[in-house]
C-alpha cells in the first residue's frame, strides 16, 4: 500500500517468525488486527498460518515471494481502538485502497468528503498561493465508478474536493486519517469478509464475516444483509467438509447449516470466525497494561504534538502580521508616491495657469492701451464734430437772413397779385352785358350733352351687372359637372396620399385588424357622407356670407375685393396666413400657397407651436383703404378668402395646442375645431362632442378612432393613448368679436392663457436657437432652460403601504408601480421636449422605449441629491431607501451604485440648469444598432444639446469650461453601466416571477417594455453612444 520490504527468509522460516521481523521493521505494537495474505496457486487470497513454515503453503513459487501486511480483524470503533499512529495509518490507507478499488461501495458525495480528508492528511492545510489549480490532477482520490457516473472533468471534481479541502484548515494529519475512518466505518461494506455459501435447498448466497457478528446476504446484494448471527449468540462453530454448523446459545434453537464450494473455504471461515470472536470478547474486558500503556504514549505524544502545532501557528501568526505590516508600508510608499505625483502636477498646472494669467495680464494691458488710444481719437472726433457744428449754425444763421428776404419779396408780390385780381373783377363787370346771347347758347349745349353721357353710364353699369351674373351662373354651372370621383381625387390629393401609400397602409396590422376593419366600414361610410354633407352645407353658408350677407364691413369688403383693390389682396393674404400658422412676409406679393402643413418651417414653431404673437381665438382687425375707397376690416384670426383659393379647408382650421397645468402630469393633448369667421358672422354651430376629432400625440398626423389605437404606431405602449392623446382635452372655442365683448374682464382663465403665451413664446425662441444655423443668442438660451423648467414632471407617489412591513416582494413590486406611472410621465416630458417631435414617429417610440430607464435613474439621483443630499434614495415621497431597506430590497448593489450617482451629483455641485440639459441630452444618448429613419434629425437635436450643455459649463469660467464639461459628460458615461445592470436585474425578476410565480408582480405596461425592449439592450441591438472611450 505506502512502501515494499524486502526480506531474506530460510526454507524452515515459519510464518510466525516473517511476521515478528516485518512488526519490529515498521514498529508496530496492535499486531493482534494484522496478517500476511497470499494468492495462492488457484488464484484466491489466502491468510498464511504462522504456525507452519512458509514454503509448505500452497504460495506461488516464484522469487521473491509476494506476501501482503494487511489488516485482517477491523475494530469496532476506531477512534477508540486505534492507539498508534502506524496502527491508524496502516488501517487508513488499506481502507482507502478498498473504496478506490469499489471493493467497499461508498456513495459519490461521501467519496468526495472522504477524498478531502486524504488531500488533508496528505498536503495538510489549503494554502491558496502554493495549491494552484490542479494541484490534485495527479492524485487518485475518486472510484472509477464514480468518475464514469458523472458528467463532470477533473477540473471540476477538484473544484468540489478543493472547497472541502479549505473547510480542514488546522486539521492535523493524523486527526485527517482517523476522520477518514470514522467515516469509511459507517459504509455498508466496511470490514467484511464475503464467502459464497448455499442452503439447504441450494439458494446461492454470501456469507459475511465482520467484527461483530455472522450476516447473510442474497446473492445479488451485498450491503443489506437479510439474517445476522452476533457472536454474543453464537455458542459453537464447526464444520465437517463443506458442511458448516453454527450452533447457538439457544438450546432449543436448530443449529444453522449452511454448505461452502470447497473444504479450504471452510477453512478460512472458521478462522476468521475464531479471530473476530477473540478480539470480540477482548473488548468487553479490562485494557492490559500492555494496552493501557500504549493509550498513555499515544496521549502523550499526540499532547506534544498539539503544542508544538500551537507553537507554529503562533509562528505562522507572527509572520503573516509582519507580512501584512510591510504590505502596509509599501502601500502607504505607493500612495504617499502618488500623492507627491499628484502634488507635483498640481503644482505644474498652477504654474501654467499662473503663465496663462500673466498672458492674459499682458493682453488686457495690450486692450487698456488700445482703448485708451480709441477715447483720444474719440475726443479729436467730438471736437472736430463741435468745429463741424458751429460752422454748421453759422450756415443755417445766413439760411434764416436768406428766408426772411424771401418771406418780403413773397409778402411784396402777393400785394401785387391782389391789386390785379382787382382789376379783373372789374373787367369781368364790364363785359358781363355784352356776353349774356353767348352763355345761354352754351347753356342749352351742355345740357343736352351731359344727358347723353348719362345715359352711357347706365348702359355701362348695366352691362357690367349682366357679366357678373354670368360669371356666377358659369361658376355653378362648372361646380355641378363635378363627379365623385372628382372630390376623392382632391381629399387625397390634399392628404398626400397616393397608390403606394394606400396600398402600405392598409396591409399593416395583423389578418384580425384588417377583418375588424372591413367589418367597420359601413359604419364609416355613413359617418364619413354625414359628414361631407355638413361640410358643404358649412362652405355655402360661409361663402353666402362672404358673398352679399352681414352688411357693414362686409359689404365694403365686398366693394373693395370687386373693385380689385392691390391693398385688400395684402390684407386678406396677411389674414390667411395668420389664421392658417403661416409666414406672412412670405405672402406679400399676393399668392396663395396650395398645401398647408403644422410642421411648415416658415410659420409657427418648428415644433408645431402656434407663432408668437398670435393668439388662437382672438383679437381685433386691422383698416385700410383701397384705391378704390372703400373701408375693409380683417381679422388675424379668421379669413374670407374663397374656398377654391386655398389648398385647404377653409371652414375649419385644426390646432395643436400643449397646455401646463391640464390633465395628467404636467400636460395634455388638446384639440380644437376653429370654426372660419367670414365678415362678421357669428353663428357657427360648435361640433358634437361625440363627433369630436383628436390628433396623434406624436406627429399630428392622424386621427384616433378605435381602429386607429389598434394600428397606430405611436399608440404601441398600452395607456399611452390613455394619458398622452385621451378624450379629456379642452377643446378651444372661438367665437365672434361680439362675443368676445361680452366675456368678464381678467378672469381666471386669462391668467393661464398669459402663461400659456409665455410658454409658446419660450418654446418658438427654443426653436430657433436648437435649428441648424448662426449659434444662439443669450435670451434664446434662457428661454430653453425656462421650458426644460416648465416641463419638467412632478414628483409622483408610488402608492406604497406602509402599515405592512419590509421585505423583498413587497418593496420591488412597489417599485414596480412607480415605474409604471414615472413612464407615463417620461412620456409626457419627451413629447415636450423641443425638437423631439420632428423625428420620425417610430423614432420617437424607439428613442423612449430605449431611455426610460436612464432618464428615471438620472432623476432619481438628483432628487436624493436636492433632498438627502446623497445619503438615501428618494424614489417617492412615500418610498424611500435607506440603508436597513436597500439590504431587505435584494436589490443592495443596484441601491448602491444609483446612491454613488447621487453623490456624484453632490461631488460635482451640478446646477439644476445643468441637470435640465443633461437630462434632455440623455433622450438622445441611446440607439439601435441599424439606426434611426431620421438619423440627421436625431445627430443635430443631440449636438444642439451638447453646445447648450458646453455653454452652461462656461458659466465656471473660461479656465476651466473644457474641464467642467468632461466631468458632465463623464458622469453621463458612468450612468449606462448602472442602467445595462439595472436592466439585467429586471429582466431576471421578470421571468423569475413568470416562472416561479413569485411575489412580485409586474403592471402591464412595464412587463411589456421589459419582455420586448429590454432584451434589445440585452442582446446588443441596441446601444449607448458614450462621450469617452471605455476603460
Same mark, same amino acid.
Given at each position: 500500500?505506502?512502501?515494499?520490504?524486502? +526480506?531474506?527468509?530460510?526454507?524452515?522460516?515459519?510464518?510466525?517468525?516473517?511476521?515478528?521481523?516485518?512488526?519490529?521493521?515498521?514498529?508496530?505494537?496492535?499486531?493482534?488486527?494484522?496478517?500476511?495474505?497470499?494468492?495462492?496457486?488457484?488464484?484466491?487470497?489466502?491468510?498464511?498460518?504462522?504456525?507452519?513454515?512458509?514454503?509448505?503453503?500452497?504460495?506461488?513459487?516464484?522469487?521473491?515471494?509476494?506476501?501482503?501486511?494487511?489488516?485482517?480483524?477491523?475494530?469496532?470503533?476506531?477512534? $477508540?481502538?486505534?492507539?498508534?499512529?502506524?496502527?491508524?495509518?496502516?488501517?487508513?490507507?488499506?481502507?482507502?485502497?478498498?473504496?478506490?478499488?469499489?471493493?467497499?461501495?461508498?456513495?459519490?458525495?461521501?467519496?468526495?468528503?472522504?477524498?478531502?480528508?486524504?488531500?488533508?492528511?496528505?498536503?495538510?492545510?489549503?494554502?491558496?498561493?502554493?495549491?494552484?489549480?490542479?494541484?490534485?490532477?495527479?492524485?487518485?482520490?475518486?472510484?472509477?465508478?464514480?468518475?464514469?457516473?458523472?458528467?463532470?472533468?477533473?477540473?471540476?471534481?477538484?473544484?468540489?474536493?478543493?472547497?472541502?479541502?479549505?473547510?480542514?484548515?488546522?486539521?492535523?494529519? /493524523?486527526?485527517?486519517?482517523?476522520?477518514?475512518?470514522?467515516?469509511?466505518?459507517?459504509?455498508?461494506?466496511?470490514?467484511?469478509?464475503?464467502?459464497?455459501?448455499?442452503?439447504?435447498?441450494?439458494?446461492?448466497?454470501?456469507? *459475511?464475516?465482520?467484527?461483530?457478528?455472522?450476516?447473510?446476504?442474497?446473492?445479488?446484494?451485498?450491503?443489506?444483509?437479510?439474517? *445476522?448471527?452476533?457472536?454474543?449468540?453464537?455458542?459453537?462453530?464447526?464444520?465437517?467438509?463443506?458442511? +458448516?454448523?453454527?450452533?447457538?446459545?439457544?438450546?432449543?434453537?436448530?443449529?444453522?447449516?449452511?454448505?461452502?464450494?470447497?473444504?479450504?473455504?471452510?477453512?478460512?471461515?472458521?478462522? @476468521?470466525?475464531?479471530?473476530?470472536?477473540?478480539?470480540?470478547?477482548?473488548?468487553?474486558?479490562?485494557?492490559?497494561?500492555?494496552?493501557?500503556?500504549?493509550?498513555?504514549?499515544?496521549?502523550?505524544?499526540?499532547?506534544?504534538?498539539?503544542?508544538?502545532?500551537?507553537?507554529?501557528?503562533?509562528?505562522?501568526?507572527?509572520?503573516? !502580521?509582519?507580512?501584512?505590516?510591510?504590505?502596509?508600508?509599501?502601500?502607504?510608499?505607493?500612495?504617499?508616491?502618488?500623492?507627491?505625483?499628484?502634488?507635483?502636477?498640481?503644482?505644474?498646472?498652477?504654474?501654467?495657469?499662473?503663465?496663462?494669467?500673466?498672458?492674459?495680464?499682458?493682453? @488686457?494691458?495690450? /486692450?487698456?492701451?488700445?482703448?485708451?488710444?480709441?477715447?483720444?481719437? @474719440? $475726443?479729436?472726433?467730438?471736437?472736430?464734430?463741435?468745429?463741424?457744428?458751429?460752422?454748421?449754425? %453759422?450756415?443755417?444763421?445766413?439760411?434764416?437772413?436768406?428766408?426772411? #428776404?424771401?418771406?418780403?419779396?413773397?409778402?411784396?408780390? #402777393?400785394?401785387?397779385?391782389?391789386?390785379?385780381?382787382?382789376?379783373?373783377?372789374?373787367?369781368?363787370?364790364?363785359?358781363?352785358?355784352?356776353?349774356? *346771347?353767348?352763355?345761354?347758347?352754351?347753356?342749352?349745349?351742355?345740357?343736352?350733352?351731359?344727358?347723353?353721357?348719362?345715359?352711357?353710364?347706365?348702359?355701362?353699369?348695366?352691362?357690367?351687372?349682366?357679366?357678373?351674373?354670368?360669371?356666377?351662373?358659369?361658376?355653378?354651372?362648372?361646380?355641378?359637372?363635378?363627379?365623385?370621383?372628382?372630390?376623392?381625387?382632391?381629399?387625397?390629393?390634399?392628404?398626400?396620399? =397616393?397608390?403606394?401609400?394606400?396600398?402600405?397602409?392598409?396591409?399593416?396590422?395583423?389578418?384580425?385588424?384588417?377583418?375588424?376593419?372591413?367589418?367597420?366600414?359601413?359604419?364609416?361610410?355613413?359617418?364619413?357622407?354625414?359628414?361631407?354633407?355638413?361640410?358643404?352645407?358649412?362652405? #355655402?353658408?360661409?361663402?353666402?356670407?362672404?358673398?352679399?350677407?352681414?352688411?357693414?364691413?362686409?359689404?365694403?369688403?365686398?366693394?373693395?375685393?370687386?373693385?380689385?383693390?392691390?391693398?385688400? %389682396?395684402?390684407?386678406?393674404? &396677411?389674414?390667411?396666413?395668420?389664421?392658417?400658422?403661416?409666414?406672412?412676409?412670405?405672402?406679400?406679393?399676393?399668392?396663395?400657397?396650395?398645401?398647408? &402643413?403644422?410642421?411648415?418651417?416658415?410659420?409657427?414653431?418648428?415644433?408645431?407651436?402656434?407663432?408668437?404673437?398670435?393668439?388662437?381665438?382672438?383679437?381685433?382687425?386691422?383698416?385700410?383703404?383701397?384705391?378704390?375707397?372703400?373701408?375693409?376690416?380683417?381679422?388675424?384670426?379668421?379669413?374670407?378668402?374663397?374656398?377654391?383659393?386655398?389648398?385647404? $379647408?377653409?371652414?375649419?382650421?385644426?390646432?395643436?395646442?400643449?397646455?401646463?397645468? +391640464?390633465?395628467?402630469?404636467?400636460?395634455?393633448?388638446?384639440?380644437?375645431?376653429?370654426?372660419?369667421?367670414?365678415? !362678421?358672422?357669428?353663428?357657427?354651430?360648435?361640433?358634437?362632442?361625440?363627433?369630436?376629432?383628436?390628433?396623434?400625440?406624436?406627429?399630428?398626423?392622424?386621427?384616433?378612432?378605435?381602429?386607429?389605437?389598434?394600428?397606430?404606431?405611436?399608440?404601441?405602449?398600452?395607456?399611452?393613448?390613455?394619458?398622452?392623446?385621451?378624450?379629456?382635452?379642452?377643446?378651444?372655442?372661438?367665437?365672434?368679436?361680439?362675443?368676445? =365683448?361680452?366675456?368678464?374682464?381678467?378672469?381666471?382663465?386669462?391668467?393661464?392663457?398669459?402663461?400659456?403665451?409665455?410658454?409658446?413664446?419660450?418654446?418658438?425662441?427654443?426653436?430657433?436657437?436648437?435649428?441648424?444655423?448662426?449659434?444662439?443668442?443669450?435670451?434664446?438660451?434662457?428661454?430653453?432652460?425656462?421650458?426644460?423648467?416648465?416641463?419638467?414632471?412632478?414628483?409622483?407617489?408610488?402608492?406604497?403601504?406602509?402599515?405592512?412591513?419590509?421585505?423583498?416582494?413587497?418593496?420591488?413590486?412597489?417599485?414596480?408601480?412607480? *415605474?409604471?406611472?414615472?413612464?407615463?410621465?417620461?412620456?409626457?416630458?419627451?413629447?415636450?421636449?423641443?425638437?423631439?417631435?420632428?423625428?420620425?414617429?417610430? $423614432?420617437?417610440?424607439?428613442?423612449?422605449?430605449?431611455?426610460?430607464?436612464?432618464?428615471?435613474?438620472?432623476?432619481?439621483?438628483?432628487?436624493?441629491?436636492?433632498? &438627502?443630499?446623497?445619503?438615501?434614495?428618494?424614489?417617492?415621497?412615500?418610498?424611500?431607501?435607506?440603508?436597513?431597506?436597500?439590504?431587505?430590497?435584494?436589490?443592495?448593489?443596484?441601491?448602491?451604485?444609483?446612491?454613488?450617482?447621487?453623490?456624484? +451629483?453632490?461631488?460635482?455641485?451640478?446646477?439644476?440648469?445643468?441637470?435640465?440639459?443633461?437630462?434632455?441630452?440623455?433622450?438622445?444618448?441611446?440607439?439601435?444598432?441599424?439606426?434611426? #429613419?431620421?438619423?440627421?434629425?436625431?445627430?443635430?437635436?443631440?449636438?444642439?444639446?451638447?453646445?447648450?450643455?458646453?455653454?452652461?459649463?462656461?458659466?465656471?469660467?473660461?479656465?476651466?469650461?473644457?474641464?467642467?464639461?468632461?466631468?458632465?459628460?463623464?458622469?453621463?458615461?458612468?450612468?449606462?453601466?448602472?442602467?445595462?445592470?439595472?436592466?439585467?436585474? &429586471?429582466?431576471?425578476?421578470?421571468?423569475?416571477?413568470?416562472?416561479?410565480?413569485?411575489?412580485?408582480?409586474?403592471?402591464?405596461?412595464?412587463? /411589456?417594455?421589459?419582455?420586448?425592449?429590454?432584451?434589445?439592450?440585452?442582446?446588443?441591438?441596441?446601444?449607448?453612444?458614450?462621450?469617452?472611450?471605455?476603460?
Amino acid at each position: 500500500m505506502d512502501a515494499e520490504l524486502e +526480506f531474506s527468509i530460510l526454507h524452515s522460516t515459519t510464518g510466525k517468525q516473517l511476521f515478528d521481523q516485518i512488526v519490529k521493521t515498521i514498529g508496530l505494537r496492535e499486531t493482534w488486527f494484522f496478517g500476511l495474505q497470499y494468492q495462492d496457486s488457484k488464484g484466491f487470497s489466502t491468510w498464511l498460518k504462522l504456525n507452519k513454515r512458509v514454503t509448505a503453503q500452497d504460495v506461488k513459487r516464484e522469487n521473491p515471494l509476494l506476501i501482503k501486511f494487511r489488516g485482517k480483524f477491523y475494530p469496532e470503533d476506531v477512534a $477508540d481502538e486505534l492507539i498508534q499512529e502506524a496502527t491508524q495509518r496502516l488501517f487508513f490507507l488499506q481502507v482507502k485502497e478498498s473504496i478506490l478499488s469499489d471493493d467497499i461501495y461508498c456513495p459519490p458525495e461521501t467519496a468526495v468528503l472522504l477524498a478531502s480528508y486524504a488531500v488533508q492528511t496528505k498536503l495538510g492545510d489549503y494554502r491558496k498561493d502554493y495549491h494552484v489549480p490542479g494541484y490534485l490532477a495527479k492524485e487518485k482520490l475518486l472510484p472509477q465508478r464514480v468518475l464514469e457516473q458523472h458528467k463532470l472533468n477533473k477540473s471540476q471534481w477538484e473544484e468540489r474536493i478543493q472547497v472541502w479541502h479549505q473547510e480542514h484548515k488546522g486539521m492535523l494529519r /493524523e486527526d485527517g486519517m482517523v476522520e477518514y475512518l470514522k467515516i469509511a466505518q459507517d459504509l455498508e461494506m466496511y470490514g467484511v469478509n464475503y464467502f459464497n455459501i448455499k442452503n439447504k435447498k441450494g439458494s446461492d448466497l454470501w456469507l *459475511g464475516v465482520d467484527a461483530l457478528g455472522l450476516n447473510i446476504y442474497e446473492k445479488t446484494d451485498k450491503m443489506t444483509p437479510k439474517i *445476522g448471527f452476533p457472536w454474543s449468540e453464537i455458542r459453537n462453530i464447526s464444520f465437517n467438509d463443506k458442511k +458448516f454448523v453454527i450452533k447457538p446459545i439457544d438450546k432449543k434453537a436448530p443449529d444453522f447449516v449452511f454448505y461452502a464450494p470447497r473444504l479450504r473455504i471452510n477453512k478460512r471461515i472458521l478462522a @476468521l470466525c475464531m479471530g473476530n470472536h477473540d478480539l470480540y470478547m477482548r473488548r468487553r474486558k479490562p485494557d492490559t497494561i500492555e494496552v493501557q500503556q500504549m493509550k498513555a504514549q499515544a496521549k502523550e505524544e499526540k499532547s506534544k504534538r498539539q503544542k508544538e502545532r500551537a507553537l507554529l501557528e503562533s509562528e505562522k501568526k507572527k509572520r503573516e !502580521n509582519a507580512e501584512k505590516e510591510t504590505e502596509k508600508i509599501a502601500r502607504e510608499t505607493m500612495e504617499l508616491m502618488e500623492r507627491l505625483r499628484q502634488i507635483e502636477e498640481q503644482t505644474k498646472r498652477a504654474q501654467d495657469e499662473l503663465e496663462e494669467q500673466t498672458q492674459r495680464a499682458l493682453e @488686457l494691458e495690450k /486692450e487698456r492701451r488700445t482703448a485708451h488710444e480709441e477715447a483720444q481719437r @474719440l $475726443d479729436q472726433d467730438r471736437k472736430a464734430a463741435a468745429t463741424e457744428l458751429a460752422e454748421l449754425t %453759422s450756415k443755417i444763421s445766413q439760411l434764416e437772413d436768406a428766408k426772411k #428776404k424771401k418771406d418780403e419779396e413773397a409778402r411784396r408780390w #402777393k400785394k401785387r397779385a391782389t391789386a390785379v385780381e382787382g382789376d379783373l373783377e372789374r373787367t369781368k363787370e364790364e363785359l358781363k352785358s355784352t356776353l349774356v *346771347g353767348v352763355d345761354i347758347q352754351a347753356s342749352v349745349h351742355a345740357h343736352m350733352h351731359e344727358h347723353d353721357e348719362t345715359d352711357e353710364s347706365s348702359a355701362e353699369a348695366s352691362a357690367e351687372l349682366t357679366s357678373s351674373r354670368v360669371v356666377r351662373d358659369r361658376s355653378e354651372e362648372e361646380r355641378t359637372k363635378t363627379t365623385p370621383n372628382d372630390l376623392i381625387h382632391a381629399d387625397n390629393v390634399r392628404a398626400g396620399r =397616393d397608390k403606394y401609400k394606400t396600398l402600405r397602409q392598409i396591409r399593416q396590422g395583423n389578418t384580425k385588424q384588417r377583418i375588424d376593419e372591413f367589418e367597420s366600414i359601413s359604419r364609416r361610410r355613413a359617418a364619413c357622407v354625414e359628414k361631407k354633407e355638413r361640410k358643404n352645407r358649412s362652405t #355655402k353658408m360661409s361663402f353666402h356670407a362672404a358673398s352679399g350677407g352681414g352688411g357693414g364691413s362686409t359689404s365694403s369688403s365686398r366693394a373693395c375685393l370687386g373693385a380689385s383693390c392691390p391693398a385688400a %389682396s395684402i390684407e386678406l393674404s &396677411t389674414a390667411v396666413s395668420v389664421s392658417l400658422g403661416l409666414d406672412s412676409s412670405a405672402m406679400t406679393d399676393g399668392s396663395v400657397p396650395y398645401t398647408v &402643413t403644422n410642421n411648415s418651417p416658415h410659420g409657427a414653431s418648428e415644433f408645431g407651436l402656434p407663432p408668437p404673437g398670435v393668439t388662437p381665438g382672438g383679437g381685433g382687425g386691422t383698416r385700410h383703404r383701397g384705391e378704390c375707397g372703400a373701408s375693409t376690416s380683417t381679422s388675424s384670426t379668421s379669413t374670407a378668402a374663397p374656398p377654391n383659393r386655398i389648398g385647404v $379647408d377653409p371652414a375649419v382650421v385644426v390646432v395643436d395646442t400643449m397646455r401646463p397645468g +391640464f390633465g395628467g402630469q404636467g400636460e395634455s393633448y388638446q384639440s380644437a375645431v376653429v370654426p372660419q369667421r367670414l365678415g !362678421n358672422y357669428s353663428g357657427i354651430k360648435a361640433e358634437s362632442p361625440s363627433k369630436q376629432n383628436h390628433l396623434c400625440a406624436s406627429r399630428n398626423d392622424c386621427t384616433i378612432d378605435k381602429l386607429r389605437r389598434k394600428n397606430c404606431a405611436s399608440c404601441r405602449l398600452k395607456r399611452c393613448f390613455m394619458s398622452g392623446m385621451s378624450l379629456k382635452g379642452r377643446r378651444l372655442k372661438v367665437a365672434s368679436q361680439t362675443r368676445e =365683448d361680452e366675456l368678464p374682464q381678467a378672469s381666471g382663465s386669462d391668467r393661464v392663457l398669459e402663461a400659456n403665451e409665455f410658454t409658446l413664446q419660450s418654446h418658438a425662441a427654443c426653436s430657433q436657437s436648437l435649428a441648424p444655423g448662426p449659434s444662439p443668442s443669450l435670451h434664446s438660451c434662457l428661454s430653453l432652460l425656462s421650458l426644460l423648467q416648465a416641463i419638467e414632471p412632478t414628483v409622483v407617489n408610488a402608492g406604497h403601504d406602509p402599515t405592512l412591513p419590509d421585505s423583498p416582494g413587497s418593496l420591488l413590486t412597489s417599485l414596480n408601480e412607480l *415605474g409604471e406611472r414615472q413612464l407615463v410621465t417620461v412620456v409626457h416630458w419627451a413629447k415636450a421636449i423641443p425638437g423631439f417631435r420632428d423625428l420620425h414617429v417610430d $423614432d420617437q417610440m424607439s428613442v423612449i422605449q430605449s431611455s426610460w430607464m436612464g432618464v428615471m435613474v438620472f432623476a432619481l439621483g438628483w432628487r436624493s441629491y436636492t433632498i &438627502t443630499n446623497g445619503s438615501m434614495l428618494y424614489f417617492a415621497p412615500d418610498l424611500v431607501f435607506n440603508e436597513q431597506r436597500m439590504q431587505v430590497s435584494s436589490m443592495y448593489e443596484h441601491c448602491v451604485r444609483m446612491q454613488l450617482l447621487s453623490q456624484r +451629483f453632490s461631488m460635482l455641485q451640478v446646477t439644476q440648469e445643468e441637470f435640465l440639459c443633461m437630462k434632455a441630452l440623455l433622450l438622445f444618448s441611446i440607439i439601435p444598432v441599424e439606426g434611426l #429613419k431620421n438619423q440627421r434629425c436625431f445627430d443635430k437635436l443631440r449636438t444642439s444639446y451638447i453646445k447648450e450643455l458646453d455653454r452652461l459649463a462656461s458659466h465656471h469660467g473660461e479656465t476651466t469650461r473644457t474641464q467642467r464639461l468632461f466631468q458632465l459628460t463623464q458622469l453621463l458615461d458612468y450612468l449606462h453601466p448602472i442602467i445595462r445592470k439595472l436592466h439585467q436585474f &429586471t429582466y431576471d425578476l421578470f421571468v423569475q416571477a413568470q416562472s416561479l410565480q413569485n411575489c412580485v408582480s409586474f403592471p402591464e405596461m412595464i412587463s /411589456e417594455i421589459v419582455s420586448v425592449h429590454v432584451p434589445k439592450i440585452l442582446t446588443g441591438v441596441v446601444k449607448p453612444i458614450l462621450f469617452h472611450k471605455a476603460g
